[in-house]
């Protein structure tokens, strides 16, 4: 039997919704208190963020168990940029 994706899941279609609306003011106070301290740009969008995060978690590590590299790209982006 050939391997499904859970994007090609009918059952899976709720997902992101259910994610959003459990995860998405989580995100948002994390990123509040982040912009507070001034770490985190102020564009950042939690359920962009959040959508970012399930994107970045269909890839696969690489061959020698580190993470996926894009995560790091992922975290640089919202740091603020200092001078």
Do not use: K
């Not at 939690?46 to 970012?52: D, G, I, K, R």
């Amino acid at each position: 039997m050939a391997s499904t994706t859970w994007s090609r899941r009918p059952a899976s279609d709720a997902l992101p919704g259910y994610f959003v609306d459990r995860l998405g003011h989580v995100v948002r106070e994390l990123l509040d208190a982040a912009i507070a301290t001034g770490e985190v740009r102020t564009d950042v969008d939690a359920v962009e963020l959040l959508q970012a995060i399930g994107d970045l978690s269909h890839r696969a590590p690489a061959a020698d168990g580190t993470p996926n590299p894009m995560v790091r790209v992922l975290l640089d982006g919202l740091r603020v940029r200092r001078g």
